[in-house]
């Protein structure tokens, strides 16, 4: 059964500050990796979508890794600003049979400091 | 084009009512996945439905809970005989066809029973 673990689990740093979340996965046989973040009572916005066959993707200040083999992915935040206040939530598709769901993480919280 | 939309926002319930929740996906999408958040808990994946089929429905309470997706109208998340225990923000992702893909979220359905 796959699990998924984030750490830290809360985080809090001055604005400007570049910054590394992690995640961890147990079952390396996964079609992709995606992160989120959700903001207090909304839902959940997609940032990066990793397929297992590639290492990293890009979108502005945001760079996530993945390394299958090792079942890690980092999601890298390049000057920090308070609007990224957020929890970022790691999740993996399976590639094995079975569920066709997501699995998630319980989450980084992030708080940027004014 | 809009985006996961789903109503209510919010449902309150008395114990042994039933709770519908609706879903409708982004266009031209025909992959639903339906999925829970319990307090202080990560999102679990329930049921994941195509056009008039439940594909992996591994998620899904064995009692009380089901899901629908016909070929008119959104996808459905019936709860029946609500007890307070299925308290929780409930979660709603379309996807185009590949599994490969990325999973776009709507706002969800914060659901309470009294």
């Known amino acids: ?39 207090p009572g909304k839902g959940l916005t997609s940032l990066l979508l990793i397929q297992s066959s590639q290492r990293e993707q890009t979108s502005g200040r945001l760079n996530a890794s993945l390394d299958k083999s090792s ?3 980092t999601l890298y935040i390049a000057a920090s600003q308070p609007g990224d ?9 399976g590639s094995g049979g079975g569920a066709d769901g997501l699995t998630f993480g319980k989450g980084t919280h992030l708080i940027i400091q004014p | 084009n809009a985006g996961v939309m789903q109503n209510p926002r919010h449902l309150v319930r008395r114990r042994g009512q039933e709770a519908r929740l609706r879903c409708s ?17 990560g999102l679990k994946f329930m049921v994941y439905l195509q056009k008039e ?9 064995k009692e009380r809970f089901s899901a629908e997706f016909p070929k008119e109208g959104p996808s459905i998340l ?11 923000a409930y979660f709603c992702a379309s ?12 706002p969800g359905t914060r659901l309470l029973v009294l």
């Open chain 2, 95 to 106: 996807s185009p066809r590949q599994r490969r893909e990325t999973q776009y979220f709507g």
């Open chain 2, 53 to 61: 089929n439940i594909i992996d429905e591994s998620g899904m309470p």
């Open chain 2, 25 to 41: 996906p982004m266009k031209g999408h025909s992959h639903v996945y339906w999925y829970r958040q319990l307090p202080e808990e």
């Open chain 1, 85 to 93: 206040s957020a929890t970022y939530l790691c999740a993996v598709r």
């Open chain 1, 71 to 73: 079942g890690r992915s």
């Open chain 2, 78 to 88: 019936r709860i029946q005989q609500v007890v307070r225990g299925d308290s929780a």
């Open chain 1, 1 to 39: 059964k796959q699990e998924v673990t984030q750490i830290p689990a809360a985080l809090s740093v001055p604005e400007g500050e570049n910054l590394v979340l992690n995640c961890s996965f147990t079952d390396s046989a996964i079609y992709n990796l995606q992160w989120f973040r959700q903001d």
